[in-house]
């Protein structure tokens, strides 16, 4: 396949004046955290919050109603809410993960887990804790709570789908540290009703769509066995662990899952680029002649390219929220992050305090 340019596409949807300006991390004098308004009168308050976060996998193929894979994906789009016009911030995985848990890529195009050292910003953990709401993250196949290994021998866990890990106020400190356990753990605390108010799952290399590994191979092809096998993997774990939530104690109130992926899809060919790299609502521009520190030239963003993440389904489920509510306002990780933030009124991090471009999803929790 070839990489497609779909910067006009991404321009038509965004305001790229807006885009130039909040595209600059905090640490280079871009937004920091904000003042965050009162959520509105009509949000509905949730009381836990559950985020699952998959993989590498357009909206076409996820939902199109000739995949008989995604079947039970495809009931929960059209049972509840779905969020059509919603992407990636960019590529590759790492900087998506930061995007929804700190409002920024902080100029990230890497996987590279090394660069752990270099994220110490302001992140969800941080403002969960000063407000007293209670939070954890379950990894599949994290070999021990709080754990900083790369990758499993198996590649089953990589520590790149593991924002919580890539923090240093987090890994640094074990009681934060140690709020980062493996997906089992979930099946006890759902049975012993002791799930905290956010929860975050990252499911394995299978399971999430990506592939990869000796147990779940790339596809070859769009349409071969392996790619039917990874879309069947993730289906089957959305339908254990949502049904897992909405039939436990935790099922309270308004509370809702988010279940979403962090990018596009990617050519199954050489050099295996992205297959979409449309976005909106500060996904990085990259600039036509890159930055030439020696000589202070280049880097003018005028003429260049959109990044984006390419374009992904968003579904909500909430209890008492939306059924069969579709929104196609532009959307991305960073509206994830500000509906997260609005729940407990918690200050905007980075790119999510742009309420000009970036828009909660709240009209994908609201009763119609």
């Given at each position: 396949?070839?990489?497609?340019?779909?910067?006009?596409?991404?321009?038509?949807?965004?305001?790229?004046?807006?885009?130039?300006?909040?595209?600059?991390?905090?640490?280079?004098?871009?937004?920091?955290?904000?003042?965050?308004?009162?959520?509105?009168?009509?949000?509905?308050?949730?009381?836990?919050?559950?985020?699952?976060?998959?993989?590498?996998?357009?909206?076409?193929?996820?939902?199109?109603?000739?995949?008989?894979?995604?079947?039970?994906?495809?009931?929960?789009?059209?049972?509840?809410?779905?969020?059509?016009?919603?992407?990636?911030?960019?590529?590759?995985?790492?900087?998506?993960?930061?995007?929804?848990?700190?409002?920024?890529?902080?100029?990230?195009?890497?996987?590279?887990?090394?660069?752990?050292?270099?994220?110490?910003?302001?992140?969800?953990?941080?403002?969960?804790?000063?407000?007293?709401?209670?939070?954890?993250?379950?990894?599949?196949?994290?070999?021990?709570?709080?754990?900083?290994?790369?990758?499993t021998a198996d590649g089953l866990y990589v520590r790149k789908h593991n924002p919580f890990l890539l923090y240093p106020?987090?890994?640094?400190?074990?009681?934060?540290a140690n709020k980062v356990v493996p997906l089992s753990q979930l099946t006890t605390d759902l049975s012993t009703n002791?799930?905290?108010?956010?929860?975050?799952?990252?499911?394995?290399?299978?399971?999430?769509?990506?592939?990869?590994?000796?147990?779940?191979?790339?596809?070859d092809s769009p349409d071969d066995a392996n790619q039917a096998a990874l879309y069947q993997d993730g289906n089957d774990?959305?339908?254990?662990?949502?049904?897992?939530?909405?039939?436990?104690?935790?099922?309270?109130?308004?509370?809702?899952?988010?279940?979403?992926?962090?990018?596009?899809?990617?050519?199954?060919?050489?050099?295996?680029?992205?297959?979409?790299?449309?976005?909106?609502?500060?996904?990085?521009?990259?600039?036509?002649?890159?930055?030439?520190?020696?000589?202070?030239?280049?880097?003018?963003?005028?003429?260049?390219?959109?990044?984006?993440?390419?374009?992904?389904?968003?579904?909500?489920?909430?209890?008492?929220?939306?059924?069969?509510?579709?929104?196609?306002?532009?959307?991305?990780?960073?509206?994830?992050?500000?509906?997260?933030?609005?729940?407990?009124?918690?200050?905007?991090?980075?790119?999510?305090?742009?309420?000009?471009?970036?828009?909660?999803?709240?009209?994908?929790?609201?009763?119609?």
């Amino acid at each position: 396949m070839r990489i497609r340019n779909l910067l006009a596409a991404a321009v038509a949807g965004a305001c790229i004046a807006g885009v130039v300006a909040w595209a600059i991390p905090a640490s280079a004098g871009g937004p920091g955290p904000g003042n965050a308004p009162p959520a509105p009168a009509a949000f509905p308050h949730m009381d836990h919050v559950f985020v699952i976060m998959m993989e590498n996998t357009a909206y076409a193929d996820l939902l199109s109603p000739t995949n008989t894979h995604t079947t039970f994906i495809q009931s929960l789009a059209n049972t509840y809410a779905l969020g059509t016009n919603y992407s990636g911030v960019t590529h590759v995985s790492l900087p998506n993960y930061l995007a929804a848990t700190s409002g920024s890529t902080w100029g990230s195009n890497s996987d590279d887990v090394n660069q752990a050292a270099l994220l110490d910003h302001t992140n969800i953990v941080d403002q969960l804790e000063q407000a007293g709401v209670s939070w954890k993250a379950y990894m599949e196949d994290l070999p021990s709570a709080g754990s900083t290994i790369a990758q499993t021998a198996d590649g089953l866990y990589v520590r790149k789908h593991n924002p919580f890990l890539l923090y240093p106020d987090v890994y640094n400190d074990s009681a934060r540290a140690n709020k980062v356990v493996p997906l089992s753990q979930l099946t006890t605390d759902l049975s012993t009703n002791d799930v905290p108010q956010f929860v975050w799952i990252t499911p394995n290399q299978c399971n999430n769509m990506h592939g990869g590994t000796s147990a779940c191979p790339f596809a070859d092809s769009p349409d071969d066995a392996n790619q039917a096998a990874l879309y069947q993997d993730g289906n089957d774990f959305l339908q254990t662990w949502v049904t897992a939530i909405m039939n436990s104690k935790a099922w309270t109130g308004n509370s809702a899952i988010f279940v979403t992926w962090d990018e596009g899809s990617f050519a199954d060919d050489a050099p295996f680029g992205p297959n979409d790299i449309s976005g909106c609502c500060d996904s990085p521009i990259l600039p036509a002649t890159p930055a030439n520190p020696a000589t202070g030239g280049g880097g003018d963003l005028n003429g260049g390219t959109v990044y984006g993440g390419g374009h992904v389904p968003m579904i909500v489920v909430a209890r008492n929220g939306a059924r069969g509510v579709t929104d196609d306002t532009a959307a991305n990780h960073y509206s994830l992050l500000q509906t997260i933030e609005q729940n407990w009124n918690l200050p905007y991090l980075g790119n999510a305090s742009d309420t000009v471009q970036v828009h909660s999803l709240r009209s994908l929790l609201a009763n119609q």
